[in-house]
Structures are given as structure tokens and as C-alpha cells.
């Protein structure tokens, strides 16, 4: 590769010489100066070496420098975030020459943004990856967390569905918590944004429009994160948006239109299958039930979705106010029918400075609207299960002409058989659920320089995220859905549904922090430090309403005793950095936070969470100095400790009396009285704690064409907030999340970065990513006692409150807990039996044991992108390796009972029946060990391909045009539709589809 | 830097100043939930935490019909007390199967459960929440409190007759726990909430205990039927002295026939108790109009006290196959409960007998079963009907309005005769006039059902005639030593299609391994 890059070089420098010796002797140099993929660089700089002239490209990516005196020159062009061209050349008259800039590979120049200020990339001692906007995933990306899907080692983003606006399971380095929160904290422009999920909002992330995204920063480790404190044990994610740049006004519009569809159904029997089969083993009276028709219910619910993503961005700057205005417009179909989502974004971002720069101001506020329509996704689990035989309509009017099953098909006006499953289409159709939800989050820093003393700077923010939801959901009283209906005083029954939902959110946040930073060069050194004051308030408003019939009447007793309840919590902290460099080579980071919240009784309330980390610039020693091959060699330890206290009740340490509602009376004489429920409490109750070591390398090679990192870590949370039995008799609930437990994980993360080719014609750069992690719990009660099985998790459909997951001591956490399901000599599964592992004689829940965890063993990214010329191309793939899922489709579909059941109907069948001829009849049958399936898969998430047409009219303007395939192919032996299922429960979730982008991007 | 150092210091006391001020913006309260002073500042107030101690047996939890459960580890529609008590004593027994595979349910029937029984464990921690409540209340209501929150005169002696009603419900649900896992731990309104771990107490001495509460509070207990429905008076404390005395050898090791004749004839005698008329009519959604024969009924209401368990459950899981829901007062039956055919042939000529309570559903139903998931295998039980003793409609078709009578007369008559016919000292005639009373209404007729005289085999066999679905079944058959023994098989008894005996240990349940986890002075049950 080297030799190919020189040999370009020599003929790109033999090329320019003729060029100038061709031209006759006046001075003066034009050109343009363009990036890799052949797009203008506006705000380039090209000088003249040794003098201060020099000419800044416009928009366009044009220079002028003019007045030059003919002779021999070297000119360097430069841009952030690219690598310095220098070009010798020979003015004489007028000079044309162009240049092409490649950037910097994983520049270590690069300023990232940590917490509470930003740093050199070189001077970070923590686990902080940075993200930038040209290493995002590309195509429809409606929600900013799936920008790094892939892209992160020890990160991972797994989409929770294929919804549209559906939010996605963010877990760096794994989950470390049993029943509080495993979520990051995400702070966007300075704002902690709350994990509290939006009524109305598939995510509450999908209010922020990911085209606004500048850059993420994940703070993976506790020397990074302790500064956040209080939430930080699962790691952070910020979050900056685009800013204005100095310069003239440009223009960005993109666009995007995209088709999604679903990639697999989930294979079950045909109508002509089933006829078959209940022909071959049911009674008369089931083969009476078939049907005629032979109807697909998968293909009857889903549908093409048509996706529209329309954005358009000004930027620029007026003297001293960068500014940057933006909106943004999506329209997504959902591949369910009924599921939909449009989405009005706009944002609008000033960062003005007065006092000659001794003051700046950032002032960011984003808003958005969307309007979503939820399917019912019930229907999914019903296209699966109903009948193939029966007809989409029934001829009829009754339940909206949708085929329904009846107490007697005979009499079509009698009842609808009770528990049966319900016609999927109808149940889409003939529910219209609707929100509206507006979000903004907003914030004003403002960071002042001392008069007197530059070094100090004083920073305020003040910030709000606010929200407000409300929903409608609208079911006609034909609907079989609400069949049963309710009676009124009268007596007269009342069906459909015409309910609503309504929330406000309200979180605030103001900070102070002053920071100081000097360089001491008596000693050689550099000190930077920040100290600082936070306080958080996080309310959340639920108004409570009552359950009404379509036709407005409100069901007796449902009444809401009260009108709303608002629950609420503060965080108050102080905190504080030092960052010490010495000889430019050694660093060493500590920081401290001291956290207070309201969640916990007062003297349990505050937590301190230290951290230090340091930090050795290996290569700026004299022994690595001479080893040109390598090019960075650095080498960070970190040790620190986290806290954490999402996810867990508000009020908890005292017991408050709960007023029972209108419906959980008790009848004393003619009264019914609404009751005084004491509710379980933990007085103990404080923060979970983190303690994580982190030791990493970084290094680059060939001047730093490939560089990576290799962290290692070891995490201990103690404390652990975990839902225990309680002693019978002493508390009013049984469980209650207690601080009782630990839970260590280990974790090896790499991260590679290579540019392969890297010419005037070629780029090519390649990034994977890898991370190993295991977690084992060491501790779950108070005195060791090996006969407590643990904490069962992963409900499972199919009967009531099965669960079919368990945390342990000495396992992984969500390991599954089953049977150990029984072989014949032919390799099949025999049914109900299961082996006495405790060998007593007989097989019940003592028998169950802990097998694999839905918790990947490793995952891997891998992307690349290829630039050649006008053209550009890439993919991003993703694989992990050791997670398991357990097929709730084929536990509750793929048995003869699921076809023959209890309620009098016919269902369908997973094809799966064929292959295990499981009758369902043993209890234990569902919690097989077959069901718990390998999930390691890879998945090709993103190929896309572009070229860039450049200048459109008369010399303004650039449009790019794109091609993607989203979710081109997944490669796996788990035998459900789709292995990647974060909770490790795969039941019939809204799939994930695969989809077509067209896409254009125009700058004026 | 001098100057600047004193800015460093204003600038940090400014914040640890700021700071200090600010710890009390972390007090926060809950908007709609209350403290305990605020609930029990006066009698409405206690009232309507009273109101939950006894709620505590009836709902799942403070949102009906779910949603805000009391009971965690278990689905909150089956963690109500009757119907897991229900399963704990029907469902290993002659009387009944269940078709659903939810886990461990099956364990029941097939007398196969272990320590870590989700079904068992709830049952355990709900008797035990219904406890906690009552000690707590009694403990709000002590003197002093009542003092302090300037309650006095007849406030005061109402809420004294509440504390001995919760003292009632205490020594009730020690009776189950007592019964079904033989050695609680013990916890009384004396232990404080959050306290020492509570020790164990054995079966002998918890019998002991019960005992003396049950007496102690007879003076402050309202007259029998004087006080509102569905609180307890002095009968239902006489009815549950002489249901642990009819089973005394079994808590205590030595029998006590003569104190179950005492109390049973108490309540029989001066209760004022009648029998209704018509046995088929007793579990109706107005059976509150039975509160003749009913001497504590667990109240369920299909508007205003909705749950999936109790009387809910017991009127939709039996109806299935080609059951008419709507006979049954309900949109839909849930296919699940079924009996064996050895209470079927309890009954002369079985489901068709001249006893009308031979309550069975045969239409597709085969009397033998071959496999319990099937829900025609076996005949389905018509006792529970959602709809009026007139035939009108309940108030809802999905949560029943149908109260439980969890003390009847016809058991009193029953504990006496079976008393007296082992010894207890009892009048034999009175005794057998009772049984005939019963066959009586049973036959309709006076003459038809009569005994001449009474065995105790026959008392048993009566029983399950009687009280069959009632939730007695389980323990009946113990005393009767014939619940684990070889020598009585029902179909699939200990797994087995023809049924087999199974380890004498069985006659208890395991505590749960929850609570010997979370408590290590407690001791696992002998076998598990």
C-alpha cells in the first residue's frame, strides 16, 4: 500500500511541475481545495510558507492569493481535522492548482468533549471514545442512539424493535445492576436528560433529531465518568449538537426517502397444512371447525413503509454570533399497519461572545413535535396463532366485518368465544391510538474569562428538558377487542373504548463551575482544574383518568380517586477535577463528587464518588522515540467509583399509606370503603456502588494510519440495589429493593482503526471493534445461603407470571433457569421429559438449572468506508457471540396444544411442531432447555454507496446523492425470526425491517 | 495570587453554603400518599385502614382489578388468599384438578412440590401480610395512640372492638399457616416493624396461641349476627375454636373431640344460625342474602372489589368445554378446574343423583381422566354462579359479586357430629339430626337422604359432599390419614393415572424458600 500511496505521490508532483512550467511569470495562485470525497472545504487556509500571506477557501472551497511574486514556494493547506498538505510550487503568472485534503486518521489532535469541559484527545487518562458525525451509521436513523450502534467497543445498542421512533437497550461494558436502572446517563449540550420513558413516545430519545448531532462522547470507565458521580455507573453518553462556524451562511438540505419491509415471517403451518394435520390427529368435532381459506395473517399486517426525512440547516456567523438554525421533518410508516410517526424538529443554536471574548454565551434550544400512531402489536403474536383456514372477513358486519371465532359459528349473531385469539387485522384496524408528544430540551451557558485572572473561567448552565404528552386511544364498539364491554347502573352493556392519557414532564438543572487552567513552565507543567455545584430536579405529572366506553360512558368505579399523582426527585452535588501534567508525558487525572439524593432517608442520603487516573505518553520517551513504525504509544490506568440510583422507587424509606381506588374496595355492612394500604419500605436503602479499574494502550502505527486502543477493566458493584425477600412478618412487602448484594464483570475491548489506502484517488479506512465481558454475581443475601435459588427474571408468555430467567450467585446475571430437556436416540426432543438433576426421584422446581444468559459473551463492530473520486461506499456489520434467547414463539406456538387447545378453537402452529411434535401438555414443557437457543448472529446493518455530482449551479452548491440497504442480512443458528432480542425473551416482537434508502444531501 | 486565593475561598464557601441550604430541597413527599399520622388522625380514617386488614383476604392488591399488587413473586391475579388457599387444600386432593401449566401448579395434583413452589410461597406471604396489617393496626390503635390523637369515648370502643377483630383475623390466618405449614415464624403487634428477625414458633404452641387469643378477645366481639356484614363476631370465633379442636391431634399430637363439641354446639345453639333452603343457591352473586347460614364471609364485589382470584376465579376457572359462560354469569369461562371421579361417586348414581349436591357438568365431559391439561377430562363443578339466587344478572360479567362464606353453619353441624362420633361427648342424636338436617335440604326431602346413624367414614365422605370446593378437602383427608397413604387413591394422586401414596412428609408444606433465605432463624419443614 505504502509503495502504491509514493508512487501517486511522484506522479501527482511530476504532473504539477509540468503544470508550472507551462505558465508564464505573474503572481498569482487560485485553486480549490476539496476533502476526500471531493466536496468543497469551505474555511481552508493555504499559506505561504515563512510569510503571512494566505487566502481562507469560501464556501465553495475556493482560494485567491494574489500579489505573489514570481519563484519557488512551499504552501501549506490546512484544515481541523485533516492532515496538513504541503505543496511546493513554482508561481510564475497566473497559478491554478487544486488540492485534496485526506483527513486525519483517528486524529489525536482532535478536542473531545468530557465532562464539564473538553480535552485533547492525546491528554485524555480516562475510557473515552469519541464519535463524530462522519463515522455515524448511515440511512434512516431516527433516534441518535442507533448514530454508534456498532461503532463503540464495550458499547452496545441494540434496537428494542422495529417500531417506528421504538428506542433501543444502550449498555456500556454490560449491565452491572440486578433491579435498578442498567441505562447510561445521556447528557445532551450540558443537559442530563432523564431516563424516564415519555408517555406517548416510543422513546423519549426520538424527540431529538439525530440530524442535529455533531458528536458523541461515551465515558466508558470510572476515571471518565466519576465526575458524574451519582448516575455514572453505567457509564455516560454525551451528546453535542451542531454549532454555527464562522463563515458565510450555508445552506444544508437533506433528504431522504426510504422503503422498509419485513425480512422473514415467522414460519407456521399453511391453511392446507393444518387441514392436514388436524385431519391426521383431531377429533371429529376440531375437523368440523377447519375452514377453506387459506390466508396468510403475516402478510395481511404488515405492509411496505414509506419513509420521508426532509432536513435543512443554516449556519454560519454575523460578527460575534455563530449561529445555527435547523428543522426537520420525518414521516415514517411503520412495516405493522396502523404504526406511524411524524416528527417536527427544530432546533436553533447562538453562541455569541461579548467582552472581547471574556464572555461567551451557548444558547441551545431544541424542540419537537410528534404525532405517533401505536398498532396494536398483539396482532403480531395473533397472525401467528390464528387460524389459516379461516377467511380475513367474515361476510358479515359484526365486529367490522372481521372474521372472528364465536361460541357458535352457527348462530354468527351469538357470542364471541371468550379467550379466543382475535382476528389480527381487526385488532390493527379497529384500534386508533394516537399521542401527541412535545419535547424540549434547552440550556444557557454562559462561561466568563476573569478580567483579572484569564486562566479562571466561571461557568454557569442553566438547562430544562420539559415535555408534554397526551393520547388518545379509540376502539369502535363493533371491535371484538372490547367485546365483553362493561354494564352501566342500568344494566345496559357498553363496548369499544374512547380513553386517554395525558403527562407532563419537567426536569431542571442548574450548575456553576469554575475552572482553571495554567501552564506552570518553571516546572513543566500544566494544571487544569474545575470545581463545581449542581442541582437536579426531576417531575414527572401522570393525570389519572377513567376507562370509557366508545360511546363516551365511563365505566362505574373507574373514577380516579386522585386527579394526577407527581412523583419527583432531586440530586444535589459538588464535584471537582484536577488534571496535572507533567513534561508534556505524564498525566494524572482525580476527581471527586459528592452526591446527595432525595431518594434515600437523610443520613444515607449523600455518597462520595472518588476517582484517579493516570496516564504515561510512553512514546515521548527517548527508548520509543527512535522506532519510527510507531507512531503513539500510551499507556492509562484508572481506578474509581460510581454510584447509582435510577430506577428505583422515589419515597421508598419510610412506609407512606397508599389510598386504595375505586375498584379495590372492601364491602363492611352497606359501605364500601376505599382502603389504607401501608407500602413496603427500606429504610437502609443508599446508593449501588461501582468500583471499576481500567488499564488501556493506546497506540498508533505508520504514522498513526493504524491506531487502537486495548482497555481492559474490572468492575465490582457492591451495594447492589436488588429485589430481595423480606423476612415474613416484618415489612409490608414481601420484596424490596435492598442494597444486598455484588456483582463483579470483566472486560477486554479493543478498537482498531487503519486506514488502508489514503491517496488523492483512494481512501479507505477500516475500524472494527471488538469486546469480550463476562459478569458473575457473587452475592444476593446477607448471610451466604446456598440454597437460595435467586432472583427470577424474563417473564415468559404462556400461562401466568412464568418467568423463565433467574439471577444467581456464581452466574451470570439473566441466566436462564430450566429444564433440562431429555433426547431420544434420534435427536429429538422427548416430550415432558426432563432429566432429575437433584436425582430425588422426581422432576419439579428443584430441577431447574442455569443455563447460558441472554448477556453476549463478545461483540464485534466492523466498518468501512471507501472513497473513490466522486464516489464513496461502506458498510457497518455487527456480530456477538454467546448470547442465547429463549423462543417464546416456538414454546407457546410450536405444540400440538397451541393447535388443540383448551379454550374450543383451532389455532395455527410454528412450523417448529413438525420437528418436535411437542403435545404441551407437560407443565414443565415450556421451560425446556430446548427453547433456549444459540442468538449469536452477525448482521450486516448498513451497506450504502454515494457519489458527490459537486458543484451544481454555476459554481455554488454541492449535492450528493446516497444508496442504502439497512439491515441487508443477519447470519445465525437461532431458528426465531430475529436473535437480537436484548432481554434475552424472544416473544413476537414488532420485527425489525429491512430498508431501502434514497438519499440527497445539497449545501448552497 | 493572594487575591486570588481569597476569591477561591468566597467562591467555595458560596457553594458549601449554597449546598448546605439546599439538603432540605432533598425532603420530598409523595403527592397522594400519606403518612401514618396523617391516616390515623381519626375514626374515618381508621376505619379505612381497618377496612384493609380485612380487604387484605379478599383483593390482590390497592388497583382493581390489578395493577398495584401486595403481594410480589407471583402474578398478581393468582396472589389473592382465598384462591391460593383454595389450591393449597383443593388441588391435591380427590375434589379437583387444574388443566393450566403455569409452573408448579401442576405440583399440586401431582403432590410433587418443593420448597421454592411460587404458588405456596405466595399463599405463605399473603397469610403473613394479613398479619403484618392486623399488627399494625393493633399497634396504632393502642391506647396511647388513640390517646395522643385525642380519640376517646365510644370512637375509642369502636376502634377497641376493630383492634379485637384484627386479633380475630390474626388467629385465622395462624389457623391456615398452621394447618398448611405447621411452624410459622411469629410475629405479634409487641414485634416492631423492621425489627429483630422473627423467631419460629412450632405448631404445638402456635395452636396454644391461637387458642388464647381467640378467647381473650370473646368479650370484646360483637353478639353473633349484631355487627356489619362481613366482620367477624363472636361466632366466627366459637367456629374457628372448634375447627382447630376437630383437628387438634393433628397440630398438637392429643385430640380435643370434647372442645370441638363445646364450641360447635356454641355457635349452634346461640348463634342463631339456619340452614338456607336451597344448597344449589349458596354461592350466588347475592348470597349475601344467605347470611343466615353464613357466619364470616370473605365479600367480593364485581364493581367495586375486583380481583382475578376469589370468587372470580372460583366462577370462571371450572367453566370450559361446551359450557354456556353466560349460564354462569360471565363472558368466558377459563377452562381450567375439573374433578376426579372419586368425588363424583361420593354421591349415589354419581352426577346424576337425587342429592342436588351433585353439582357436576357432564355435556363432553369424560368422568375419567387421561389427561389433566385436556379440560373435558373429568366432569366440571357448577357450584359457583355469577348470577343471582333469582337468575338475574350480576352487577359485571367479569369480576364476581358472589361472597365466600368462609365459617358456614353446615360445617359447625358437621364438626359436631364428627366429634361426637369420635368421642368428644356430644349427643349422638342431635348429632345425626344435624347430618340430616343437611341431606335434607340435599334430597330435598326428609325422608329420601335420611341416616339412621353416623361412622366416621361416613362424616368424611359427607364432608366432601358438602363442603366439597369449599377449601377443607386437604385437611380433612389428613386427619382422616388418608392423604398421603396408600390406602385411599384418587386418580393422578401422586402423579400416577390410578393414583399412588406419596411421602408421609407431605401432610406439610415446605416454608418457603424465600423466607428461610431471608430468615435464618426459621427451620425448613421435615423431607424438603
Redesign the interface.
Known amino acids: 500500500m505504502r509503495k502504491n500511496y509514493s508512487k501517486k505521490y511522484v506522479l501527482l508532483c511530476a504532473f504539477l511541475m509540468m503544470s508550472v512550467m507551462a505558465f508564464a511569470q505573474t503572481g498569482s495562485i487560485k485553486g480549490k481545495v476539496s476533502d476526500e470525497t471531493n466536496q468543497p472545504l469551505p474555511g481552508a487556509t493555504v499559506t505561504i510558507d515563512g510569510t503571512t500571506i494566505g487566502s481562507t477557501t469560501d464556501v465553495n472551497g475556493n482560494y485567491a492569493i494574489n500579489n505573489v511574486k514570481a519563484g519557488s514556494y512551499t504552501l501549506s493547506i490546512k484544515f481541523i481535522g485533516y492532515v496538513t498538505l504541503k505543496q511546493a510550487v513554482t508561481v510564475n503568472g497566473a497559478t491554478a492548482l487544486n488540492f485534496s485534503l485526506v483527513p486525519e486518521s483517528k486524529s489525536l489532535n482532535e478536542v473531545v468533549v468530557i465532562g464539564y469541559g473538553t480535552q485533547r484527545k492525546k491528554d485524555l487518562s480516562g475510557a473515552i471514545t469519541n464519535v463524530t458525525a462522519k463515522d455515524f451509521q448511515k440511512g434512516v436513523i431516527t433516534t441518535p442512539e442507533q448514530l454508534i450502534a456498532g461503532k463503540v467497543a464495550g458499547v452496545s445498542v441494540i434496537s428494542n424493535s422495529g417500531a417506528p421512533g421504538a428506542g433501543s437497550t444502550i449498555r456500556i461494558r454490560g449491565g452491572v445492576s440486578l433491579s435498578a436502572s442498567n441505562d447510561p446517563l445521556i447528557v445532551i449540550d450540558g443537559v442530563p436528560i432523564s431516563n424516564s420513558s415519555i408517555s406517548g413516545a416510543a422513546n423519549p430519545l426520538s424527540l431529538v433529531n439525530p440530524n442535529d448531532i455533531e458528536s458523541f462522547s461515551v465515558l466508558k470507565d470510572a476515571s471518565a465518568a466519576a465526575i458524574y458521580g451519582n448516575r455514572a455507573s453505567n457509564g455516560v453518553i454525551l451528546i453535542t449538537t451542531k454549532k454555527g462556524k464562522s463563515g458565510k451562511p450555508v445552506i444544508d438540505f437533506s433528504s431522504q426517502v426510504s422503503a422498509s419491509k419485513l425480512t422473514k415471517e415467522v414460519p407456521v403451518f399453511t391453511g392446507d397444512q393444518i387441514r392436514e394435520y388436524v385431519k391426521a390427529n383431531g377429533t371429529a368435532a376440531q375437523i368440523a371447525q377447519l375452514g377453506t381459506a387459506s390466508t396468510d395473517w403475516q402478510k395481511q399486517i404488515y405492509q411496505t413503509g414509506i419513509t420521508t426525512d426532509n432536513n435543512i440547516s443554516v449556519s454560519g456567523a454575523t460578527k460575534h454570533l455563530p449561529y445555527r438554525v435547523s428543522a426537520g421533518y420525518l414521516d415514517q410508516d411503520g412495516i405493522l399497519k396502523t404504526s406511524s410517526l411524524q416528527r417536527i424538529t427544530g432546533a436553533i443554536n447562538l453562541s455569541p461572545t461579548f467582552f472581547q471574548d471574556h464572555l461567551k454565551a451557548t444558547l441551545n434550544v431544541k424542540g419537537a413535535q410528534s404525532k405517533q400512531r401505536f398498532a396494536n402489536e398483539g396482532a403480531i403474536g395473533s397472525a401467528v396463532s390464528f387460524d389459516p383456514t379461516k377467511p380475513v372477513y367474515s361476510g358479515n358486519n359484526r365486529f367490522g366485518g372481521y372474521y372472528e371465532w364465536l361460541?357458535n359459528p352457527a348462530q354468527p349473531g351469538g357470542?364471541l368465544?371468550?379467550?379466543a385469539t382475535l382476528n389480527p387485522l381487526g385488532l390493527l384496524e379497529q384500534q386508533d391510538n394516537r399521542s401527541k408528544v412535545y419535547r424540549s430540551i434547552g440550556n444557557l451557558q454562559l462561561d466568563y474569562k476573569f478580567h483579572?485572572?484569564p486562566e479562571?473561567h466561571a461557568n454557569v448552565n442553566l438547562g430544562y428538558d420539559i415535555s408534554k404528552s397526551s393520547g388518545n386511544v379509540i376502539i369502535p364498539d363493533s371491535a371484538a377487542s372490547n367485546y365483553?364491554g362493561?354494564?352501566d347502573a342500568k344494566?345496559v352493556t357498553h363496548r369499544g373504548l374512547n380513553n386517554q392519557y395525558k403527562q407532563k414532564q419537567s426536569n431542571t438543572i442548574f450548575e456553576?463551575y469554575?475552572s482553571y487552567a495554567k501552564d506552570l513552565k518553571s516546572i513543566a507543567s500544566h494544571i487544569d482544574a474545575v470545581?463545581?455545584?449542581s442541582?437536579q430536579d426531576f417531575s414527572i405529572t401522570n393525570y389519572n383518568f377513567g376507562n370509557f366506553a366508545h360511546d363516551g360512558t365511563e365505566q362505574?368505579?373507574t373514577q380516579p380517586?386522585?386527579p394526577?399523582?407527581?412523583?419527583?426527585?432531586?440530586l444535589?452535588s459538588?464535584y471537582g477535577r484536577l488534571n496535572y501534567v507533567f513534561m508534556d508525558k505524564y498525566i494524572l487525572t482525580g476527581t471527586v463528587r459528592r452526591d446527595?439524593?432525595?431518594k434515600f432517608n437523610?443520613d444515607q442520603?449523600f455518597g462520595t464518588f472518588p476517582s484517579v487516573a493516570f496516564a504515561w505518553k510512553m512514546k515521548e520517551e527517548s527508548m520509543f522515540k527512535g522506532i519510527t513504525a510507531l507512531s503513539d504509544l500510551k499507556l492509562r490506568v484508572g481506578y474509581g467509583v460510581t454510584g447509582q440510583q435510577d430506577g428505583i422507587g422515589?419515597?421508598d424509606v419510610?412506609?407512606?399509606?397508599?389510598?386504595?381506588?375505586?375498584?379495590?374496595?372492601?364491602?363492611?355492612?352497606?359501605t364500601?370503603?376505599?382502603?389504607?394500604?401501608?407500602?413496603g419500605?427500606y429504610?437502609l436503602r443508599t446508593w449501588e456502588q461501582t468500583a471499576s479499574s481500567n488499564i488501556a494502550v493506546d497506540f498508533g502505527f505508520f504514522d498513526n494510519r493504524i491506531t487502537g486502543t486495548l482497555d481492559y477493566y474490572h468492575r465490582k458493584t457492591s451495594k447492589l440495589l436488588n429485589?430481595?425477600?423480606?423476612?415474613?412478618?416484618?415489612?409490608?412487602?414481601?420484596?424490596i429493593v435492598a442494597n444486598i448484594g455484588d456483582l463483579t464483570s470483566n472486560g477486554l475491548e479493543l478498537n482498531l482503526s487503519a486506514d488502508v489506502i489514503r491517496n488523492s484517488d483512494v481512501t479507505w479506512n477500516v475500524n472494527l471493534n471488538a469486546t469480550y465481558t463476562t459478569n458473575k454475581i457473587t452475592k444476593l443475601?446477607l448471610?451466604p445461603?446456598p440454597?437460595?435459588?435467586g432472583v427470577?427474571t424474563g417473564g415468559i408468555s404462556?400461562?401466568?407470571?412464568?418467568t423463565a430467567q433467574i439471577n444467581s450467585v456464581g452466574y451470570a446475571r439473566n441466566s436462564f433457569y430450566v429444564y433440562q430437556q431429555v433426547y431420544g436416540s434420534d435427536g429429538k426432543p422427548l416430550d415432558g421429559v426432563f432429566v432429575d438433576r437433584n436425582g430425588d426421584g422426581?422432576?419439579?422446581?428443584?430441577d431447574l438449572y442455569r443455563y447460558k444468559s441472554s448477556d453476549p459473551k463478545g461483540y464485534f463492530g466492523l466498518s468501512s468506508n471507501v472513497n473513490y473520486h466522486k464516489w464513496s461506499a461502506g458498510f457497518v456489520a455487527r456480530a456477538s457471540v454467546g448470547n442465547y434467547a429463549y423462543n417464546n414463539v416456538f414454546s407457546s406456538s410450536a405444540t400440538q396444544?397451541s393447535i388443540f387447545n383448551?379454550?374450543?378453537i383451532l389455532n395455527n402452529a410454528s412450523t417448529n411442531l413438525l420437528e418436535t411434535g411437542f403435545t404441551?401438555?407437560?407443565?414443565?414443557?415450556?421451560?425446556s432447555d430446548y427453547f433456549v437457543q444459540n442468538a449469536s448472529f452477525i448482521r450486516m446493518d448498513n451497506v450504502n454507496v454515494g457519489y458527490n455530482f459537486g458543484k451544481l449551479f454555476h459554481n455554488t452548491g454541492n449535492l450528493r446523492l446516497s444508496a442504502n440497504v439497512q439491515n441487508v442480512f443477519i447470519i445465525t443458528k437461532y431458528k426465531g425470526v430475529d436473535p437480537e432480542v436484548s432481554s434475552g425473551i424472544d416473544n413476537n416482537f414488532y420485527p425489525r425491517p429491512r430498508t431501502y434508502v434514497l438519499g440527497l444531501n445539497l449545501s448552497l | 495570587m493572594k487575591r486570588n486565593s481569597i476569591k477561591y475561598i468566597t467562591v467555595a464557601a458560596l457553594i458549601a453554603g449554597g449546598l448546605s441550604s439546599c439538603t432540605k430541597k432533598l425532603d420530598l413527599l409523595p403527592t397522594n400518599d400519606v403518612t401514618s399520622a396523617q391516616v390515623y388522625k381519626d375514626t374515618a380514617g381508621y376505619k379505612k385502614a381497618f377496612a384493609k386488614v380485612y380487604a387484605a383476604y379478599a383483593l390482590t392488591g390497592n388497583s382493581g382489578p390489578a395493577g398495584n399488587g401486595d403481594v410480589q413473586g407471583i402474578d398478581e391475579g393468582t396472589s389473592d388468599f382465598f384462591r391460593l388457599m383454595w389450591c393449597a387444600q383443593e388441588l391435591p386432593t380427590d375434589e379437583a384438578v387444574v388443566g393450566w401449566g403455569d409452573v408448579g401448579l401442576p405440583d399440586f395434583h401431582s403432590m410433587t412440590w418443593s420448597s421454592s413452589n411460587t404458588f405456596l410461597t405466595g399463599l405463605y406471604y399473603r397469610c403473613m401480610y394479613q398479619i403484618t396489617l392486623a399488627n399494625d393496626f393493633i399497634r396504632q390503635s393502642s391506647d396511647a395512640n388513640l390517646s395522643s390523637r385525642g380519640i376517646s369515648g365510644a370512637g375509642a370502643d369502636k376502634i377497641r372492638q376493630y383492634v379485637a377483630e384484627a386479633r380475630f383475623l390474626r388467629a385465622y390466618q395462624y389457623s391456615i399457616l398452621m394447618d398448611l405449614f405447621g411452624n410459622p415464624p411469629f410475629v405479634t403487634e409487641a414485634d416492631p416493624l423492621g425489627g429483630p428477625l422473627p423467631k419460629q414458633i412450632s405448631r404445638k404452641d402456635l395452636f396454644t396461641y391461637i387458642e388464647s387469643e381467640l378467647k381473650a378477645i370473646d368479650g370484646t366481639l360483637a353478639a353473633p349476627k349484631s355487627n356489619e356484614y362481613g366482620r367477624a363476631d363472636k361466632a366466627a370465633a366459637w367456629a374457628l375454636l372448634a375447627r382447630i379442636y376437630l383437628n387438634a391431634e393433628v397440630y398438637t399430637g392429643t385430640a380435643q373431640y370434647a372442645n370441638a363439641v363445646t364450641y360447635s354446639k356454641k355457635v349452634i345453639e346461640t348463634g342463631g344460625y339456619t340452614l338456607v333452603s336451597d344448597y344449589t343457591k349458596l354461592m350466588r352473586a347475592d348470597n349475601n342474602l344467605n347470611k343466615n347460614e353464613f357466619i364470616l364471609t370473605i365479600n367480593y364485589d364485581g364493581l367495586h372489589t375486583q380481583s382475578y382470584g376469589g370468587m372470580t376465579f372460583m366462577t370462571h376457572a371450572p367453566v370450559g368445554g361446551s359450557m354456556d359462560a353466560a349460564a354462569f354469569g360471565i363472558a368466558g369461562g377459563w377452562a381450567g378446574l375439573r374433578t376426579t371421579k372419586a368425588l363424583v361417586n361420593l354421591f349415589p348414581d354419581g352426577a346424576s343423583s337425587a342429592d342436588k349436591r351433585a353439582q357436576f357438568y357432564t355435556d363432553g365431559q369424560n368422568i375419567d381422566i387421561n389427561t389433566i391439561s385436556t379440560f373435558t377430562d373429568g366432569y366440571a363443578i357448577t357450584k359457583y354462579k355469577n348470577i343471582k339466587i333469582n337468575g338475574g344478572a350480576a352487577q359485571s360479567k367479569d369480576y364476581a359479586d358472589v361472597d365466600m362464606p368462609i365459617f358456614r353453619l353446615a360445617e359447625q353441624y358437621l364438626i359436631y357430629a364428627e366429634a361426637t362420633t369420635r368421642g368428644g361427648g356430644g349427643d349422638a342424636t342431635a348429632a345425626l339430626g344435624y347430618v340430616n338436617a343437611l341431606r335434607a335440604r340435599a334430597y330435598q326431602s326428609a325422608t329420601n337422604g335420611k341416616l339412621t346413624a353416623l361412622t366416621t367414614d361416613l362424616l368424611l365422605d359427607e364432608r366432601g359432599r358438602e363442603l366439597y370446593w369449599e377449601g377443607f378437602r386437604r385437611t380433612d383427608l389428613i386427619r382422616y390419614k388418608k392423604f398421603v397413604e396408600a390406602t385411599y387413591l384418587w386418580p393422578f394422586k401422586g402423579g400416577s393415572k390410578d393414583g399412588k401414596g406419596v411421602e408421609s412428609f407431605r401432610t406439610l408444606y415446605p416454608i418457603p424458600s424465600a423466607d428461610v433465605t431471608a430468615n435464618p432463624n426459621l427451620k425448613q419443614n421435615t423431607g424438603y
Open positions: 361460541n357470542g368465544k371468550d379467550l483579572f485572572l479562571l365483553k362493561f354494564l344494566g456553576g469554575l470545581a463545581g455545584y442541582y362505574p368505579g380517586v386522585y394526577f399523582d407527581k412523583p419527583e426527585n432531586r444535589i459538588v446527595g439524593s432525595s437523610p442520603r422515589n419515597y419510610i412506609s407512606f399509606y397508599n389510598l386504595s381506588n375505586n375498584t379495590a374496595q372492601y364491602q363492611i355492612g352497606d364500601f370503603y376505599n382502603l389504607y394500604r401501608p407500602g419500605y429504610s429485589q430481595i425477600p423480606q423476612p415474613a412478618g416484618t415489612n409490608f412487602s414481601n420484596y443475601t448471610a445461603d440454597s437460595y435459588p427470577f404462556g400461562g401466568t407470571g412464568n422426581i422432576v419439579n422446581s428443584n396444544l383448551g379454550i374450543g404441551g401438555t407437560s407443565d414443565k414443557g415450556r421451560l
